[in-house]
């Protein structure tokens, strides 16, 4: 988790140097379609691989969800600063919890759900509406944040069943054939330099997708989400020393708080599975 923060703090940076110049729609594809070369490896794999019909629904569910997700999330990064995206970006785990509660059947006991507030009134710190503007952006991150939980929960799904390599390749095909229709229309001849651009784009997220797969096979996502804490220190940081973006208290204080529901859910979620590891050890016992 901690080299997935590294590779997408770097896709952040390259996304907010191509700005607004090419259409959200399209830089979501051609990332995406950029990413297949670099698993040119892993793709003949995939005419081999004999998936059940609900894996199937599986990996069709993921690619919907993240093309919708990654699309939005091009369109709030050329519009907002690093650190309200990588800020609301931390709702993730958040709509995770409230998901596994209400889709999977976890139980979301009344100190979970106090987290979960709690990071609603950071993000609603972060917003602050009534005090200042609330942009198409922050809309659209809101929608990323939704989009990518979903993406994510199912995404950890298939860790139990296919390799990670398998995974990111299935993803980046279907998430190809979704965002195709949407970028055609909007279509614009992009420069040699934004190809580049979009080229280590798709190489850092490829890379960071992988990274984040193979965490969700190694632990539960609860103790490996917390981990990209760090990446809201390093948006901070390259904003203002690259872009020239004045540090937000209130984005920092309301990511903070984002942060602190997350840790508090991770550490609940340690205590009763020991909990539960020792009855079922006692459980045994003669």
Sequence with gaps: MLATGFCFVGVTALVKTLGTEVPAPQAAFLRFLMGLVFLAPVL????????????????VGRGVFHSFGVALWFFAM???????VTALNYLNPILITLGAGIFLGDKLAARRLAAVGVALIGALIILRPG?????????AMLGTASAFAGSYMISKR?????????????MSVTVSIGLLPVALPVWVTPTGLQLVQLAGVALLAT???YFM???FRAGPMTVTQPVTFLQLVWAVLLGALVFGEEPDPYVI??????LAAVSFITFREAQLKRRDAGRAVEATKP
């Design 44 to 59: 003949p794999r995939l005419l081999h691989l004999r998936l059940s019909g609900f894996q199937w629904r599986l990996v």
């Design 78 to 84: 050329a519009r907002l600063p690093l650190a309200d």
């Design 131 to 139: 005090l200042r503007e609330i942009s198409l952006g922050h809309i």
């Design 158 to 170: 298939l860790s139990d069943d296919l390799d990670p390599a398998l995974i990111v390749a299935l």
């Design 207 to 209: 890379l960071g997708h």
């Design 213 to 215: 797969t193979l965490a």
């Design 253 to 258: 204080f309301g990511g903070g708080l984002i």
